[in-house]
T-cell receptor, first 112, second 110 residues
Framework: DVKVTQSSRYLVKRTGEKVFLECVQD?????MFWYRQDPGLGLRLIYF???????EKGDIPEGYSVSREKKERFSLILESASTNQTSMYLC???????????FGQGTRLTVV | SQQGEEDPQALSIQEGENATMNCSYK?????LQWYRQNSGRGLVHLIL?????REKHSGRLRVTLDTSKKSSSLLITASRAADTASYFC??????????FGAGTTVTVRA
């Protein structure tokens, strides 16, 4: 059974903290994605990676960075968390172009 | 930028009725996909339709695709309480990334 695992379901952090959200997939997928989901806005792509050490900005990369040192792990970093980064964060992986994406269970991050 | 836009934003139906939701997109695509999200969880893939296909079925799901109108519809027949969820269309923009719309929230009343 395919699996994408996000390190936390719920996270509460303070403004200004550096925050790491981790995502691991066990399907040997080349592509990995980070989305944030906010009410009424749907899923917005933050960053994606189509290979190890490769990354590309999505639609809303400001305030975020990513790291992909190994194929199975894709980390999202909030360099200095702010309250407007309070959101649901979803990680996904896929193989090839236009293929099915498999999602993690989501991390609900609250920045106070 | 977000490619797909779902319509309506919300839908409330009685158990046993059919639910139809639509998706419009802007640029050419390889595939269009539909996903379901139960409250507070990750998305689960439902069905993928290729750009050269017009209709696809999977169980109680029926998806149509009209590339000339850049639109797709998802029909859920004989709805059940377990179908209560948000439904999203996703397009590949001829690229690695998937772009999602804001979704349609479906409530099935017992």
């Amino acid at each position: 059974d395919v699996k994408v695992t996000q390190s936390s379901r719920y996270l509460v952090k303070r403004t200004g903290e550096k925050v790491f959200l981790e995502c691991v997939q066990d399907m040997d997928h080349e592509n990995m994605f980070w989305y944030r989901q906010d009410p009424g806005l749907g899923l917005r792509l933050i960053y994606f990676s189509y290979d190890v050490k490769m990354k590309e900005k999505g639609d809303i990369p400001e305030g975020y960075s990513v790291s992909r040192e190994k194929k199975e792990r894709f980390s999202l970093i909030l360099e200095s968390a702010s309250t407007n980064q309070t959101s649901m964060y979803l990680c996904a992986s896929s193989v090839g172009v236009g293929r099915v994406a498999f999602f993690g269970q989501g991390t609900r991050l609250t920045v106070v | 930028s977000q490619q797909g836009e779902e319509d309506p934003q919300a839908l409330s139906i009685q158990e046993g009725e059919n639910a139809t939701m639509n998706c419009s997109y802007k640029t050419s695509i390889n595939n269009l996909q539909w996903y379901r999200q139960n409250s507070g969880r990750g998305l689960v893939h439902l069905i993928l339709i290729r750009s050269n296909e017009r209709e696809k079925h999977s169980g109680r799901l029926r998806v149509t695709l009209d590339t000339s109108k850049k639109s797709s519809s998802l029909l859920i027949t004989a709805s059940r309480a377990a179908d209560t969820a948000s439904y999203f269309c996703a397009t590949d923009d001829n690229d690695y990334k998937l772009s999602f719309g804001a979704g349609t929230t479906v409530t099935v009343r017992a």
